[in-house]
């Protein structure tokens, strides 16, 4: 048997983001394989939860086989995923204008839905839908704005991330397609499904049927990961592995002691340098 620092002696499932705790680009965090395999042995649970909707989750489940953890598309929870649940609680076919990729768009019609291509098309369009899309174009910004302001589309977002840790750094984010479609339409997207919204991590706990006290994510962002999990009212733990670093936090600590204007939401229980401090040497 192995210890888990006192903090999550009673955990029972662990929610992880991907990119910058599992794996930065294609590389994989080092020992995250065996530390998942750790947690999974003693009989604790391991979801993922990342507000990249560029990728199914098939092609998830791939890509962290070939980096030895083994998981299935069930184990998912992208904001492409939960933006297809979330829209077909509203709508059961919808018909959707997508500017994002093959994840979003694939999610979509595995729920039944019906992807707009056409510009001609939309007045039959129900919601216009804006994730990252690494091939954006004025074009379908147009197309976008033609939904919403000549037709009867409704705007959604998966995500607002400003960024996108790359191999070669920071590349934009879909916060950047999301904000376009907002300043030429004057409409802020009604609701952004991924993180810092808590709605993934509360379908996680409803579908897994456990508590949110045993319950845990580990995040590099702030202002997604941490927050939502606090907002879903589970454990959050920062790890120094991606976007974030201890100073940063430090000091996010020090002015939400002196000021109401900081949002202690984005606070985490727990900063680790790295997942090896998960466990008692
Ligand atoms: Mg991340």
């Known amino acids: 048997m192995i210890e888990l620092i006192p903090e999550l ?6 929610i992880f983001d991907l990119d910058g705790v599992v794996y930065r680009g294609s590389q994989l965090i080092p ?5 998942i395999q750790t947690l999974k042995d003693n009989s604790i649970d391991v979801v ?5 909707s560029t990728a199914t989750r098939k092609a998830y489940v791939k890509r962290l086989t070939n980096m030895n953890i083994q998981c299935k598309r069930e ?17 059961q076919n919808a018909k959707i204008f997508v500017i994002g990729e093959i994840g979003l768009k694939e999610e979509l019609k595995a729920k039944g839905h019906y992807i707009i291509k056409h510009k001609k098309e939309f007045k039959l369009v129900d919601y216009v839908i804006v994730g990252l899309d690494r091939d954006f174009h004025y074009k379908n910004l147009a197309i976008a704005q033609k939904c919403i302001l000549e037709g009867n589309a409704i705007f959604y977002a998966t995500n607002a991330d400003s960024t996108l840790p790359s191999e070669d750094g920071l590349m934009p984010g879909a916060g950047v397609m999301v904000n376009a479609v ?3 339409t004057g409409h802020p997207p009604k609701k952004i ?12 706990l409803e579908d897994r049927q456990l508590s ?25 733990i920062a790890v120094m592995t991606g976007v974030t670093n201890k100073k940063e936090i430090n000091e996010l600590r020090k002015k939400s002691q002196n000021s109401d204007k900081i949002d202690k939401d984005l606070l985490p229980d727990l900063v680790l ?3 090896n401090d998960l466990f008692v040497r």
């Open 75 to 91: 184990d998912f929870y992208t904001s492409a995923s939960i933006t297809a649940s979330e829209i077909t609680k509203l709508n």
């Open 212 to 236: 949110a006290e045993k319950t845990c994510i580990f995040g590099d962002r702030l202002n997604t990961d941490i927050m939502a999990g606090n907002r879903a009212g589970i454990k959050t």
């Open 273 to 275: 340098e790295n997942l």
């Open 48 to 52: 993922f939860n990342s507000n990249n």
């Open 193 to 204: 499904f991924g993180k810092p919204n808590p709605f993934g991590i509360l379908s996680i």
């Open 9 to 14: 002696a009673e955990l029972e499932l662990a």
């Open 31 to 35: 020992n995250v394989d065996s530390i």
């Open 182 to 184: 907002q300043v030429c």
